[in-house]
């Protein structure tokens, strides 16, 4: 079977760095995406990654080892806006995105 | 319109009862998808269109029926609904299949009582 795996739930503190892992197992592999989710809105896109090695989008970056079948999201400075969700999705080979369930990650001040 | 709506914001619903959730895109994407999100769960895909006139079955599509009459519209039917299909339900458009991002709809919250 196809399966995403990512922690539920993490903390961290404001203006900290946060790292988000995703592992995955899927029939074939075309990218992975990171989106953010706030709490009763639509996910929203972060970023996309096909190739190995990190991309990096202002405080958010995502790094991929598809060896590995794995990815991180890295959160930088973070802020309290940045309390939400984040999902993790993976293009099988039938280019269908499979979901992990998400990573709520609570900012303390 | 901006983007992908969708309608009704909330919805309690008797069991048995047909439903239709609306979806309208303005960005002239080819695909759009339907997926339910449950709590502990990732997103699900019901059902998708690859283009007006084409339309394919997700990982679970059972008991939900789609259409795709146009490039805008893409409309997902509750024949006879269940407690089960109580859920919150997101409509999503890409430019393309293969490696466009996903853009979604705002969602809808469906009970099913």
């Known amino acids: 079977g196809q399966n995403i795996d990512q922690p539920t739930e993490m903390t961290a503190t404001e203006g900290a760095i946060v790292q988000i892992n995703c592992t995955y197992q899927?029939?074939?592999?075309?990218?992975l995406f990171w989106y953010q989710q706030h709490a009763g809105e639509a996910p929203t896109f972060l970023s996309y990654?096909?190739l190995d090695g990190l991309e990096e989008k202002g405080r958010f970056s995502s790094f991929l080892s598809r060896s590995k079948g794995y990815s991180y999201l890295l959160l930088k400075e973070l802020q309290m806006k940045d309390s939400a969700s984040y999902l993790c999705?993976?293009?099988?080979?039938?280019?269908?995105?499979?979901w992990g369930a998400g990573t709520k990650l609570i900012i303390k001040p | 319109i901006a983007g992908i709506t969708q309608a009704p914001t909330s919805q309690i619903l008797a069991a048995g009862r047909r439903m239709t959730l609306r979806c309208t895109q303005d960005?002239?994407?080819?695909?759009m998808y339907w997926y339910r999100q449950d709590l502990g769960l990732g997103l699900r895909l019901i059902h998708y269109?690859?283009?007006?006139?084409?339309?394919g079955k997700g990982e679970v599509p059972d008991g939900y029926s789609v259409s795709r009459a146009n490039t805008d519209d893409f409309p997902l039917t509750l024949a006879s609904a269940v407690p089960s299909q109580t859920s919150v339900y997101f409509c999503?458009?890409?430019?393309?299949?293969?490696?466009?991002?996903?853009?979604f709809g705002p969602g809808t919250r469906l009970t099913v009582l």
């Open positions: 899927t029939s074939g592999f075309n990218g």
């Open positions: 269109s690859n283009t007006a006139g084409t339309t």
């Open positions: 960005m002239r994407h080819n695909a």
């Open positions: 999705a993976v293009r099988d080979s039938n280019y269908q995105l499979i």
């Open positions: 990654n096909v």
């Open positions: 999503a458009s890409s430019e393309g299949q293969d490696t466009d991002t996903q853009y």
